[in-house]
């Protein structure tokens, strides 16, 4: 992911990632690949950055994960059978 502040510094962000399983969070700065920490709950990636990222700035973010659609606990309605894809 390539981000960039629009207006106020940011610190942290969220990344909807339904279903996945996530190995490694890196952030690039400076060209330099930082790991990072992280919060996940099946639904929602936290990261939070090291530092405060500001508008001037553009921020590269890498995840490594594997998706697992199969596992992912989803309502179904009647037209839909199958909740592959849907995401």
């Known amino acids: ?3 960039k502040p629009y207006f106020s510094p940011i610190d942290s962000f969220i990344v909807d990632a339904k279903g996945f399983e996530i190995s490694e969070v890196q952030v ?3 060209e330099k690949p930082m790991v990072i920490q992280y919060a996940y709950d099946s ?4 990261i939070r950055l090291p530092r405060k990222i500001f508008s001037t700035e553009i921020l590269t973010v890498q995840i490594a994960y594997l998706a697992k659609p ?3 606990k989803t309502k179904l309605g009647e ?3 199958s909740d592959k894809g849907l995401f």
């Open 79 to 81: 037209a839909i059978t």
């Open 43 to 46: 639904l929602q990636l936290k």
């Open 70 to 72: 199969e596992q992912l």
């Open 1 to 3: 992911l390539t981000l």
């Open 28 to 30: 690039f700065l400076s």
